[in-house]
């Protein structure tokens, strides 16, 4: 009788710890974006741009860096300056955004999930071709139906659409310019 009983406990404390596992390997949740919010790159307030907007929280941080567009966003996880402990990546829905000019404050998707509308007519928060981040591969659908461009997931935004190219080129979105903002070494 002891026999199922030691059994019954080991099993629930078996899933209780990989509950607790699964739990500590969870994604800090994003956080809402407020007028506090100053973008990584342009030290300008995130809420001043239109577009969509980016968070990264950072492993062993409980605030998030802030970003006035998705672009930045994924450009900050391509640049070899930047920290690597990144513990989550939220960018905007734009498919639950009220308008473009307002991307809203708590309508969040995990950046690796999103499908992105790259080559639209919009442009981001900078006033450079944006990474458009959506939820849903029907509302990207529906973006390029009638803004143009085409979709592609987290892991096929191309980093010279992303970080830019020849400047004298005509393709492409051109550089962004991460030197001339002030206080991008800022780590915490």
Request: some cysteine.
């Amino acid at each position: 009788m002891r026999l199922p009983i030691f059994a019954a406990v080991l099993a629930s404390s078996l899933v209780l710890l990989s509950c607790s596992k699964e739990e500590a390997e969870a994604p800090p949740p994003p956080f809402a974006l407020t007028e506090d919010a100053m973008g990584r790159y342009c030290g300008m307030n995130v809420l001043e741009h239109p577009g969509p907007k980016g968070q990264i929280i950072l492993e062993h941080t409980h605030e998030a860096i802030w970003f006035s567009s998705a672009r930045d966003t994924l450009a900050f996880t391509m640049l070899p300056e930047e920290p690597r402990d990144i513990a989550a990546i939220y960018v905007s829905d734009m498919g639950k955004a009220p308008s473009w000019e307002e991307p809203g404050a708590t309508n969040w998707v995990d950046a690796r999930q999103a499908f992105y509308v790259i080559d639209s007519t919009e442009v981001g928060g900078m006033g450079t071709a944006e990474a458009v981040p959506f939820a849903k591969e029907t509302d990207a659908q529906a973006f390029t139906k009638q803004h143009g461009g085409r979709i592609v997931a987290f892991d096929g935004v191309p980093q010279d659409y992303i970080l830019g190219s020849d400047p004298a080129s005509e393709a492409g979105p051109g550089p962004i310019d991460l030197e001339s903002s002030e206080g991008n070494h800022d780590h915490g």
